[in-house]
């Protein structure tokens, strides 16, 4: 569990960076209900699932019940960012494919060592992510998990390539766009944020991830968020 940096070093830059993205979202919610959310990136290598998993710990200290929900179902690996054997582990995957899923979803959801934080893992990788993801039970699930949640997380797929995340963007009140600091060239930003833009979703920002405190000690002493 070394990567729950806001459980393992709560006072640290980092942990205040993304209390501070909490803030923000929360405060974001008061005009509309905020309660899905969806957390992608351009492309592999961005931290988009590590930052999602310590957004969530963040949440769960503010004693909002939360589920995180692992939609990678290529790559997902909340499950072993969170300890839970991946040996059989069943999960998204499994769910979708559940003719009874209405009624076996609470199967399905792990609860995690932090309190209030609740786990939907990826499940077994099917040869077809896009095709469930993009399914009307998907939808249906993720109108159903809401009625138990406060907050719900979901880990997306990078953009760039890949048809996963434009689909989830649907299902959700806002998305978040990963990219890594002094990496993530501008034009391949712009480029994930136009594919969104595109298929109407609502984005709250870009959180800049492994920012080198050392090179920008004004504006990232306690991390920085951008709307």
């Known amino acids: 569990m070394n990567e729950l940096i806001v459980i393992d070093k709560p006072t640290s830059s980092f942990s205040e960076a993304i209390k501070t993205v909490r803030t923000n979202l929360k405060f974001s919610a008061i005009n509309k209900e905020v309660k899905t959310i969806m957390v992608t990136s351009s492309v592999p290598g961005e931290g988009k699932s590590f930052v999602t998993a310590n957004l969530a710990c963040a949440f769960a200290q503010f004693n909002e019940r939360v589920l995180l929900i692992d939609c990678d179902l290529r790559k997902g690996r909340q499950h072993k960012i969170f300890g839970i054997s991946s040996n059989k582990t069943l999960g998204m995957s499994n769910l979708l494919i559940d003719e ?112 080198d405190v050392k090179d920008e000690p004004y504006y990232y002493s306690s991390g920085y968020y951008s709307e």
């Open 100 to 211: 009874d899923y209405r009624a076996t979803a609470k199967n399905y959801v792990k609860k995690t060592k932090i309190k209030n934080l609740y786990l939907l893992p990826a499940g077994t990788f099917p040869p077809n992510p896009s095709e469930l993801l993009a399914s009307e039970r998907c939808a249906n699930l993720l109108k159903l998990l809401r009625n138990h949640f406060d907050i719900i997380l979901i880990d997306c797929p990078p953009v760039t390539g890949l048809n996963d995340a434009l689909v989830v963007s649907s299902y959700v009140d806002t998305s978040i766009i990963v990219a890594k600091y002094k990496q993530t060239p501008m034009e391949l930003l712009e480029k994930s944020k136009k594919s969104l833009d595109n298929v109407g979703a609502k984005i709250a920002g870009v959180i800049l991830n492994q920012v």
